[in-house]
């Protein structure tokens, strides 16, 4: 029963390419450890966390008899994918999206979490599912071997009373969870940056936490000479909110808009913005997908370069291609990347004449202007 229905599963709207699948074995793992406890949950009482594209939840559903399965997905184009689906599978309304928050672990039994990348993202997770969940609840969080640490275990110890892991398949592995222990949350995170004079907050799975990763830093040297009298600025990727916070604080003409499809990093940037006194409007978007065509004098960018594991140019020539389309004719596109990846030539096609601003052995600064 489970070949048809992964068999029609997609990653679109996310990046396509043939080492990138929408179902992988840890979706399988973690739906097979919970089998016996998903059969045994009422309506409302399944939780899903970072679903990559929809397999856990949909899965869930067909397979196992969930009903009324809360979902949480950290990234847009996955809430977008397991839309469509569900709705090739014939699924549509069997699950409901909701933010990472104590409605969406109430009462919850059981909780299917597909492991994030950084520690302080399964803090937060942990957190609000022993805050909320019901006291018999098991939390099943599965993750790839190789990404799989020690220190998971002690993440989850610090909200669970007993932390178990199941027998590896398929380089595969599940850590299982009980006993909730109800506390405060430790999110968001704060840090103040004395060198750029800027507070810094993080929720778990925003990209960098409370710090200023490299490359922004290269694109705030550069700040002053971004697009002389632009009235409209866009943060393209925004993370925290760093960039945004920075060009509304040194440029109170501008109108700032941030954007990025992460939840994390949305409500981190609005959290940071509140901490600096400064008004920058921050959304959760795809690629600027409701941000109007030529609306925008300067779009500031430091975007993503790897899917997983996979060094995935595609993903940042999406978001250079969005900003070619929000730009009006004359604006900015200021981007930081890897000097090895040699933007340049799509950032010409793709927005208009491009010049190298700042380089170094690791980090190239360009500005493109929109034909």
Known sequence: MSAPLFDLLRRAPDVEAPDLVAVDATDRLLLDEAAAALAVCDPGQVVVVDDSYGALTLGAVALHGAVDVRVHQDLLVGEQALAANAEHAG???????????????????????KAPKALDALREIAEVVAAGAAPDVTV???????????????????????????????????????????????????????????????????????????????LLRSLDGMAPGAVTALDLGCGTGVLAVALARSRPELTVLAADQSAAAVASAAATAEANGVRVRVIRDDAAATVPDASVDLVVCNPPFHVGAAVVTTVADRLFAAAGRVLRPGGEL?????????????????????????????????????R
């Open 140 to 218: 099943l969080v599965g993750g790839r071997v190789k990404h799989m640490t020690h220190a998971m275990n002690d993440v989850l110890r610090d909200s669970f009373d007993d932390v178990s892991a199941t027998l590896a398949r398929q380089k595969s592995r599940v850590l299982v969870a009980r006993g909730p222990r109800p506390g405060r949350s430790s999110f968001p995170k704060e840090h103040r940056h004395a060198d750029l004079d800027l507070v810094v907050r993080a929720h778990g799975a925003a990209f960098a936490g409370t710090k200023v990763d490299v490359g922004t830093r290269a």
């Open 334 to 370: 200021w981007t930081v990347y890897n000097s090895a990846l040699r933007y340049k030539p799509t950032l010409s096609r793709v927005v208009g004449p491009t010049e190298v601003a700042d380089q170094d052995p690791k980090f190239t600064v360009t500005v493109s202007t929109r």
């Open 91 to 113: 699924l549509t309304g069997s699950y409901r999206s909701l933010p990472l928050d104590a409605a969406l672990a109430d009462g919850a039994r059981v909780v299917l979490v």
